[in-house]
């Protein structure tokens, strides 16, 4: 199109009258400025070739010395925030929902704000980017039209003042801007082969941002603090009881999930159900599994003969990035600082 169909009309449209060219000294100075400069330019084509490269390399150099930055998605007043909550222990689905009401009590009410969404559990999700473990809810915040309330830094201002007040809760508010979605501004992954020097270095870091200081809304995702109890076997020792594992296993799960017998489906069900076999309530303990008794052909040993009952750090998820089990630490930075990395000699 641009280089055969316009020229060729073009020059079918051109008219085959002549005109007078007038003459620069009529129009005006810069008109006979302009006429000098361009004629010079025709007669020294290698000096506007080389001032025109050098142009662009200062045009270059100036921008990157002097410049202010580039901006894809210039900051905008956000329409709206999410609130997520934090708050660590064994809590069960009302006790965190109770924690959640807390939150939404300061909220409602506030000046600006057109309504809220509250959803209290954790959901679901895997590796890295899997929510933090002690993640018990979030809250969405929408706010009014721009031009009937004031700013929104002064409504999430007031929000984090008032919810910084209940205890053993942590809210970290995350604006809603304009543009792709692109998590928090400083995002740390630690991976190691070795769980435990993977939460102590994760541990270290927490411990240097809080030093460094200028940081914000800080999560990671080490298990919350907990024990789970492993039960070690002595196969040696238990050989000598003729005990066998698989029914020390299905001992054990009498009082844990219980023991599956088989599956039948009820007439008004498509699905088939489980028949699981369990101890009664006040039998299913952690007590109770150091009196179990494994049946070995002959008498009824206990199950402490030769299973230790041992307590351990609770795993929680595990998120592997490559093969390797990774912990991921966000923040974002205080408003001053820049979140980007500087080098230091």
């Not at 009590?105 to 704000?113: K, T």
């Not at 799960?253 to 489906?265: S, V």
């Not at 966000?330 to 980007?340: E, I, M, N, S």
Request: charged share 20%; aromatic share 6%; with cysteine.
């Amino acid at each position: 199109m641009a280089l055969i169909f316009v020229p060729a009309i073009g020059a079918s449209l051109k008219s085959t009258k002549t005109s007078r060219v007038r003459s620069a000294t009529k129009d005006s100075a810069i008109a006979l400025w302009y006429s000098k400069f361009l004629g010079r330019c025709i007669d020294n084509p290698g000096k506007v070739i080389v001032a025109t490269i050098m142009t662009l390399v200062f045009v270059q150099v100036a921008y990157s010395n002097y410049g202010k930055g580039v901006y894809f998605f210039p900051p905008q007043e956000p329409d709206s925030a999410t609130l997520s909550i934090h708050a660590r222990g064994n809590l069960s689905i009302q006790e965190q929902d109770r924690l959640v009401g807390e939150v939404e009590s300061q909220v409602l009410g506030l000046d600006g704000i057109k309504f809220i969404y509250t959803k209290t559990g954790r959901p679901p999700g895997a590796g890295a980017n899997a929510p933090a473990p002690d993640f018990i809810g979030d809250i969405t915040v929408e706010m009014l039209p721009w031009n009937t309330r004031r700013p929104s830094l002064d409504i999430l201002s007031d929000i984090e003042s008032r919810v910084s007040t209940i205890p053993g809760i942590d809210v970290i508010i995350k604006n809603q801007g304009h543009g792709p979605t692109t998590g928090q501004a400083i995002q740390i992954e630690v991976a190691s082969k070795d769980s435990t020097a993977l939460v102590g270095t994760v541990n270290l870091v927490r411990r240097g941002m809080i030093e460094i200081g200028g940081f914000t809304s800080e999560s990671d995702n080490r298990p919350l603090p907990g024990i789970e109890w492993q039960l070690q076997v002595d196969r040696s020792e238990a050989s000598r009881y003729n005990a066998d594992v698989t029914v020390i296993g299905q001992s054990i799960q009498l009082i844990t999930n219980g023991l599956k017998l088989g599956e039948y489906r009820p007439d008004d069900s498509e699905e088939e159900l489980d028949i699981v076999v369990r101890y009664p309530e006040e039998l299913r303990s952690v007590r109770s599994l150091d009196q179990v008794r494994i049946e070995t052909g002959g008498d009824a040993v206990p199950i402490s003969n030769f299973v230790d009952r041992v307590p351990v750090q609770q795993a929680g998820e595990i998120a592997r990035v490559d093969g390797t089990r990774t912990m991921k630490i966000t923040a974002d930075p205080l408003p001053g600082y820049f979140a980007g990395l500087q080098w230091f000699d």
